[in-house]
């Protein structure tokens, strides 16, 4: 007899992801992704690939490959994600991708995927390589996802079109061989939508040409200090009720994601009694933002050293999404009609 939590863990519901190895991870990063899969790993059956495969439309040279994937395996579980809970595995470690991704090509509209956005950006990127991985982009997406028969996929707004397409690519498979995918969908906490401005004032944190308005998960306590002191400031409000500039609010921003709330309060109230300091207020996020990168910084730099931890990692990912995978492969052969014996 199965227990409740076997009988639980049977019928949750799929979620998988892909996370470009494009390594460290900001802070943006953290919150806007990483959070949202280390509480859905116990939610879900969750499977969080690394990208590798479609990393080599635009970046042919693996050089840095390893290292990269590396890089994003350790900061992803020294974040929280736990290997022992979901399938965390590399894309080129699971070869029914190439499979499926074949059979949904032959689904795939050259018209569709020349509107696709992001194709059109890279042509814009990359002239001088504009190759057919790149056009299919989408396509080795939708495999990625429906070759676990995912029903959640927890990406942001610029992935959006690409689920669409997989979406298109599910019903079309489904109304010519029969019903075997789920349609995937986006997925988010939409309670909190939370925002992690740059240091610059502007705009979001991102992998941005300022390297000084981002906050690295592996930033050491000295370059996080530096950052946030560089953050632009000004004399202060003269007037109470004084809207805060944009810059002053980003600073608030970012303490809400790691400053104690009477912390957060004795500032806001500084700020409408005009005698806000924002030297102080800089320095206490400096602290507060140690407080809560350092023990990552230091996880991540005890995983990524050890080798043979990281080929465990992978080996136990790829075995979780082959089986998976394979399942899968054994019903989409059957509908489309290839098993001949
Ligand atoms: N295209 C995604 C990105 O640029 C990465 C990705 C690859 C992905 N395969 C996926 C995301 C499958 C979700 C599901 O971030």
New binding site residues.
Partial sequence: MATDQQQQAAKREIV?????PTGFLHLGNYFGAIRNYVKMQEEFECYF?V?DL?SLTTHPDTKELRSNVERVLAENIACGLDPDKVALYC?SHVPETAELYLYLNMMAYKGELEKTT?FKDKVRQHPENINAGLLT??V???A??ILHR?KY????K??EQ??EM?RNFVNRFNHRYGDVFPE?QAFNYNLELIKVPGLDGKGKMSKSENQMATLYLSDDDDLIRKKIMKAKTDSGPTAPGTPKPDYIENIFALMKLVSAEEVIKKYEADYDNCIIRYGDLKKQLAEDMVLFLSPIREKINTILPDKKYLKQVMEQGAEKANKSAGATMNLVREAMGLKYF
């Avoid at 998988?16 to 470009?20: A, K, L």
């Avoid at 996929?153 to 942001?156: C, L, Y």
Wanted: charged share 10%; net charge negative; hydrophobic share 45%.
């Fill in positions: 998988m992801s892909g996370i470009r690939m990208a479609h894309q992001t982009y989408p080795l997406q939708a990625d996802i995912a996929v927890p990406v942001g610029d992935q690409h689920l997989a995937p």
